[in-house]
């Protein structure tokens, strides 16, 4: 009788152990958590941002629309700079991303296509070699004391095409436990950014043909993959326990991702989310309409649609992608602001005035010379220049 409660006693006292471990555990990540700082005050100081753009999210694409297109085809030797040159890239140096820091920048965008070099297992597990390349690059961008955004960029588009909505949302809760576990400990000026552009996109049907995905399939996708990146990143537990998150919208569509069937995931901390759209006069640039009074008027439109679905409830917004720049072509024929520099600095002061963190979208040799260290207009500069020191004031 006396082994019997001694058995129970026992079982007891290792159970008060393990869950006072457990609760200790649950404290400690609610106290990194509670330390860190809000998606509003990161906001704040992230300024304008640059994306490193055709770099580490090149890939091999060709046939990239055919269901026949299986698996990621090997490019040079199989190395992360044979894929981070692949889109005409420079190797990214810590003088490139000092020069951006010089010109006024606070925050880099890496997008990256985290299914180079991973083999064709079922595991999906990421090459060490290919993120510690990832890490080279953070680092760099660490060590200027900049903003740091890391998503999965085009691999999304691979993922959803192929996947059922459940395998996606076991998919890319492995991918990015893998991503926040390697980068736990890394300080807070790091942030994490869901996908890019393709939540709600096409899949391939019976047949292999892309088609479109009937709309609120498109936005339960859309809510159910956003989940599970809060979700996978927070698991991890460290700094990620709190670390800022950006959540990306319907297609980064500001019309879709305001529409009231888009839902900000639930987290387990509150004020550490953002939520991330794309070009915000995207419709003018493609109807050649820049630099009108319609371009004006349509830009000041979508900014209050993000005002009123986020701004208002204290939400954040990323808009990960801004124009560089504005082609001749793209103007319309009765436009007031017909230089491109001009226009670029109307765009990014109408968002810089609401708050909201621009990122110019750049590749190599475009807005900004890797090669020179410098942004290549001098008109672009002085934009630049001026508003990231309106951004300190806003």
Known sequence: MNKIINKI????????????????????????????????????EMGIGLNLGNTMEAYHASDCEKITYEWIPVVGSNTPRDYETYWGAVETTQEVIDGIKAEGFNTVRIPVFWGNMMKNDGTYTIDSDYIARVKEIVDYCQNDGLYTVVNIHHFDEFIIRRNSLKDCEKIFTKLWTQIAEYFRDYPYTLIFEGY????????????????????????????????????????????????????????????????????????????????????VDNKMYWENNIGGQKWLDYIDAQIAL????????????????????????????????????????????????????????????????????????????????ELSEKAKTT
């Open 196 to 279: 890019n552009e393709y939540l709600g996109g096409r899949k391939f049907d019976a047949d292999g043909n892309l088609a479109g995905v009937f709309r609120p399939d498109a936005f339960k996708m859309t809510n159910t993959l956003n989940q599970a990146f809060v979700d996978a990143v927070r698991a991890t537990g460290g700094n990620n326990a709190g670390r800022v998150l950006i959540v990306s919208g319907y297609s980064t569509n500001i019309d879709n991702t305001t529409d009231p069937d888009f839902v900000m995931p639930t987290d387990t901390v509150s004020n550490r989310l953002m939520v991330s759209v794309h070009y």
């Open 306 to 385: 993000l005002d009123e679905a986020f701004l208002s409830k204290n939400i954040p917004v990323f808009m990960g992608e801004t124009s560089a720049g504005y082609p001749a072509s793209n103007f319309a024929q009765d436009a007031v602001h017909k230089d491109s520099s001009e226009c670029v600095a109307i765009v990014l002061g109408k968002l810089i005035d609401k708050g909201i963190v621009p990122v110019i979208w750049d590749v190599n040799d475009g807005f900004y010379s890797r090669t020179e260290y410098r942004i290549k207009s001098d008109s672009d500069r002085k934009v630049i220049k």
């Open 9 to 44: 006693v026992s079982f007891v006292l290792l159970a008060f152990i393990v869950t006072g471990c457990l609760g200790c555990a649950g404290a400690e990540n609610e106290d990194v958590a509670e330390a860190s700082p809000t998606a509003q005050k990161v906001a704040s």
